[in-house]
């Protein structure tokens, strides 16, 4: 059964602040892993996309690495901002089918 | 470029009654996606489209769950009759095609409540 595991469940920080979320996943097959970024009351945004080739990825401020071997992969915040308060989903996956996780809330305060 | 549409944005039903969700993917999308977000969790894939066929729909209900994607364009979910644990988001989505990486494009959602 696919599995996808996110820590921590929430997390509170700071303007400015880094911070690094993981994703820990049994997923069969599987050919790539993208974050997507929720905000509240819309729907997922796609941030970014490795395949199991790839092992790190930037979009701005938001660096995703991938270990295909251990089957984990982290989204790295750099100097967040109050409007990257959002659920952070990761979603890996393989043969048209992908699997979402339950995500990390993240709230940036001021 | 337009973006997904649904509606409608917010529905408020009693058990045993019935409901409709319309979601428009975006223009020269072949792939629609309806998934069930219930608070807390992540999407769970209802069902998949590819044109007007359907290419998954193992995780769908089928004893109260529908799905038509008559013309292969837009797309309705409809519950009939609707349980208190039908209470949820329904996302719909759009990609390009049927790819292994293809891009999940949302739309803002339709929220379910059952009372």
């Known amino acids: ?6 820590s921590p469940q929430s997390l509170i920080i700071l303007e400015g602040k880094n911070c690094t979320l993981q994703c820990n996943y049994t ?7 993208r974050w ?6 819309r ?3 796609s941030l970014t996309i490795m395949t199991f080739s790839e092992n790190t990825k930037s979009n701005g401020r938001y660096t995703a690495t991938l270990d ?9 915040i750099t100097a967040s901002q109050l409007s990257d308060s959002a659920s952070y989903i990761c979603a890996p996956g393989g043969y048209q089918k992908v699997t979402f996780g339950t995500g990390t809330k993240l709230q940036v305060i001021p | 470029e337009a973006g997904v549409a649904q509606s409608p944005r917010y529905k408020i039903i009693e058990k045993r009654q019935s409901v ?3 979601c428009n993917p975006i223009s020269g999308h072949a792939t629609l996606y309806w998934y069930q977000q219930i608070l807390g969790q992540g999407p769970k894939l209802l069902i998949q489209f590819q044109n007007n066929g359907v290419v998954d729909d193992s995780q769908l209900p089928k004893d109260r769950f529908s799905a038509e ?12 009759p609707a349980k208190l644990e039908d209470s949820a988001v329904y996302l719909c989505a759009s990609s390009l095609n049927l790819g292994q990486a293809e891009k999940l494009f949302f739309g803002e959602g339709s929220r379910l409540t059952v009372l």
């Open chain 1, 68 to 76: 295909a071997d251990t089957k984990q992969s982290s989204l790295h």
């Open chain 1, 27 to 33: 997923v069969s097959p599987f050919s790539n892993l």
């Open chain 2, 69 to 80: 994607r008559l013309k292969g364009v837009d797309s309705t979910l409809k519950i009939q």
């Open chain 2, 20 to 22: 409709a969700f319309w």
């Open chain 1, 43 to 45: 729907g997922p945004v």
């Open chain 1, 1 to 6: 059964k696919n599995q996808v595991e996110q």
């Open chain 1, 36 to 41: 997507y970024k929720q905000d509240t009351g």
